[in-house]
């Protein structure tokens, strides 16, 4: 029995051996597997980053000074301008009845901007990760999923197989990309995607829950809106402070003063003067900035530059300095702009020359803070504190309220200077006095524990012009208050704040540099997408620019049917009027007027402009109006108010005029016709009413009589008898404007006819 033991313990022992030798052998093939495919995916990827790079680098090469949205056709240069929009409206409702577009649509043509022929190397690259995407690798998956959402690599968008691997991916291992962009899928409606609140909202959480800023973003913006969930400020105001709070360790991670602010953020309306073009509107441009508009106005001060105006070199520094649209930011620029400063400005031991202007002095100021921060932070060259600590005492002896900001930094945390903390909070107050928004929040932090009153009053000053620093502390602030019992007020007080934190310093999670950068070189799909995924975070920007390329330039590969992205245009027109983007509430009321991505309600559309018109001033909103009063759509027929709205169009946007008094044609003749034919066309004349007698006037006119019996006659029978008298002067006064209108036709029709071709 015993040796019986022993073999059995010998051949478990055996096979136990054996199965742990396979098991190796199985790791082991496992390990040469994924090192395989590894090699087989870096290969691949390198092979397309250097494609992608060439393409960049020649779309880049061709940008010259054209639109980023690019029209299909221009028939509007043969349109007054000041008639564009009018004409468009009017277009339209034509078109509409006769089964056709409106004139002029304005249409953007989608197209892959200088793709070729792909070389073999690249196909078989691309077919390389469709493999290993098949095998489950995650880092193909992902690669596929993001060249086909946005056409990378020359291939084209088709966001259908993107939403696969999207979710193929977030299966496979919770990626929070993944998730996030599942959960955009589902916000959407993008390709054949059913849009479904319920699993964005889930998605998305998943992806917030791992510290995604993305996912944070919109979920916080879905929280206070209440789109796609129910509002609640206290959800909102958590996910906000984590994207702040994240924001903010980045702000202060970088060189001493914090980071650069994000750079420019491009509305894509301003290529043609607003959204519904140039001088439609109080909000709307008097003309387009185009590159070469914008790189005469360089030629202009360069010229002042090299004739010695240090103004001109001071402007041309800033620019640089902060970086613009048509200008990106070049430090080294900058420093030759601020040398030729101090060199005419300053002796060679650093003094400043006699004699100089007050404007030249001020000019003098500025350039030595500038000259002191940057060298501070190393901009455009190594850091040396010595350089910066000498410039910046230049500045702060001349009052300059960044020179003594910086100042008390150094003195606070001991550069170059023997750390004196009242020395510092001296000069924080100094700047703060000055309205410097650093040295408000400076002075703040450093009189909070012993004068919290007046740290608060500084902070609140600072935030109120746009500090974000500011702005998170005064949240945390309404968010103590909001614990301690401050309620719904204070809780909608720090999301605001925190809101504004997220949205302004979003170096790590903002989709609009993409966006632009897309735009920039054609890729209208790709800035489609990118201002789609900003507009869901909360983005105004983002809402109206994804709106205007989704009606301009239609849906493209995006989604299957005119009526999907006329839809989601209407939606992000609805959310931009909501946060006060001009234009956007008469865009709502267009899109119900014409039935755009909704069943036509002409009630809702009269809504719409109404409050455009009273919130916003908005001329073209108020002459709808009047074209729905004059001809009874949506409203009730009323000549009265149409006349009203109509002035009222022409007060608010004067570049209207043409269109305004033709329009006040038309309806003179539609109520002359209506009176003809008996219709009710309201009481009183529509035009060229008399002018209101007071009852001053009156009294003097009256007979005189005794005091009590005037006023027994005052009391009981005034009323009537003025009654009577306002019918008769109606009455003598509606046949006289007849005539007199008649005649004012013939003279807007005769104005119209002379000044059209001059427009």
Not at 35 to 60: G, M, T
Not at 149 to 164: E, I, L, N, Q, W
Not at 532 to 538: K, S, V
Request: aromatic content about 10%; some cysteine; hydrophobic content about 40%.
């Amino acid at each position: 029995t015993a040796n019986a033991a022993d073999v059995d313990i010998e051949s478990s022992l055996a096979a136990k051996e054996e199965n742990e030798g396979g098991q190796h052998i199985e790791i082991s093939r496992v390990l040469e597997t994924d090192q395989a495919q590894r090699a087989e995916y870096e290969k691949a990827l390198n092979v397309l980053q250097n494609y992608e790079s060439r393409l960049h680098s020649r779309l880049k090469a061709q940008e010259g000074g054209t639109s980023m949205l690019k029209l299909r056709r221009d028939v509007w240069k043969v349109v007054p301008v000041a008639l564009r929009s009018y004409v468009r409206k009017a277009s339209g409702s034509v078109g509409g009845m006769l089964g056709l577009g409106g004139l002029g649509s304005d249409r953007a043509v989608y197209q892959r901007p200088g793709v070729e022929k792909l070389s073999r190397e690249v196909r078989q690259s691309i077919d390389t990760l469709y493999e290993l995407a098949k095998a489950d690798v995650e880092d193909a998956v992902f690669v596929v999923a993001e060249m086909e959402m946005y056409g990378k690599y020359g291939t084209p968008v088709d966001v259908d197989s993107a939403f696969a691997h999207y979710l193929q991916l977030s299966e496979l291992s919770g990626n929070a990309t993944a998730q996030y962009m599942v959960g955009f899928f589902y916000a959407t409606g993008l390709g054949s995607v059913e849009q479904r609140n319920g699993y964005s909202l889930l998605y998305t959480a998943l992806a917030a829950m791992q510290g995604y800023g993305p996912a944070e973003a919109t979920l916080a913006f879905r929280y206070a809106s209440g789109v796609g969930a129910a509002m609640s400020c206290a959800e909102a105001m958590v996910h906000y402070q984590a994207v702040a709070r994240s924001a903010m360790r980045h702000y202060l991670s970088g060189p001493p003063l914090g980071r650069h602010m994000p750079g420019y953020r491009a509305w894509l309306s301003d290529d043609r003067g607003g959204v519904y073009g140039v001088r439609t509107g109080p909000y709307s441009l008097h003309k387009t900035v185009t590159r070469t508009s914008f790189n005469e106005l360089i030629e202009f001060h360069l010229f002042n530059a090299h004739s010695g105006d240090t103004k001109a070199c001071l402007t041309l520094a800033d620019l640089y300095y902060h970086g613009h649209r048509f200008a990106r930011q070049d430090f080294g620029k900058t420093r030759k702009y601020l040398a030729e400063i101090t060199g005419r400005l300053f002796t060679r031991q650093g003094e400043l020359r006699k004699g100089l202007t007050q404007a030249e002095a001020s000019t003098a100021a500025q350039a030595a803070g500038m000259m002191g921060i940057m060298n501070w932070r190393g901009e455009g060259l190594a850091a040396d504190t010595a350089v910066a600590l000498r410039w910046l005492n230049i500045g702060a002896s001349m009052g300059h309220a960044t020179s003594l900001n910086a100042l008390g930094m150094m003195y606070q945390s001991g550069v170059q200077v023997t750390k004196d903390t009242e020395r510092a909070t001296e000069l924080f107050k100094q700047a703060a006095e000055k309205q410097h928004q650093g040295g408000q929040v400076n002075y703040a932090l450093a009189v909070m524990e012993k004068t919290p009153e007046v740290a608060m009053t500084n902070f609140k000053a600072a935030a109120e012009n746009g500090h974000i620093l500011a702005h998170y502390y005064v949240a945390g602030f309404h968010s103590t208050a909001m614990a301690g019992g401050g309620g719904e007020a204070s809780c909608r007080m720090a999301v605001a704040s925190y809101r504004f934190v997220a949205e302004k310093a979003d170096w790590l999670h903002s989709p609009i540099p993409d966006a632009i950068d897309a735009a920039m070189r054609g890729d209208l799909e790709a800035a489609t997408l990118g201002y789609m995924r900003a507009a869901e975070m909360g983005y105004d920007v983002g809402q109206l620019n994804a709106a205007l390329l989704l009606e301009q330039a239609g849906g493209g590969a995006l989604f299957p049917s005119a009526g999907d992205y006329e839809r989601q245009a209407l939606v992000y027109w609805t959310r931009a009027a909501n946060q006060n983007v001009a234009d956007a509430r008469t865009k709502q009321g267009d899109a119900y007027y014409f039935g755009r991505g909704v069943q036509r309600s002409y009630e809702k559309a009269a809504a719409a402009y109404t409050l455009a018109a009273r919130t916003e001033a908005s001329g073209l909103a108020m002459w709808s109006l009047g074209w729905m009063y004059e001809h009874g759509i949506g409203v009730g027929q009323n000549f009265h108010l149409a006349k009203r709205w109509y002035d009222q169009s022409l007060e608010a946007n004067d570049a209207g005029r043409l269109a305004a008094h033709a329009s006040l044609a038309r309806l003179c003749l539609r109520y002359l016709w209506a009176w003809a034919r008996g219709r009710d066309v309201g009481e009183g004349p529509l035009f060229f009413a008399p002018r209101p007698v007071s009852r001053d006037e009156e009294e003097r006119a009256a007979r005189p009589a005794a005091a009590d019996a005037a006023a027994d006659h005052w009391e009981q029978g005034a009323v009537e008898d003025d009654a009577d008298d306002d019918s008769n002067r109606e009455e003598v006064d509606s046949g006289g404007s007849l005539t007199e209108s008649l005649f004012f036709i013939v003279l807007l029709l005769g104005a119209a006819w002379m000044f059209l071709p001059l427009r």
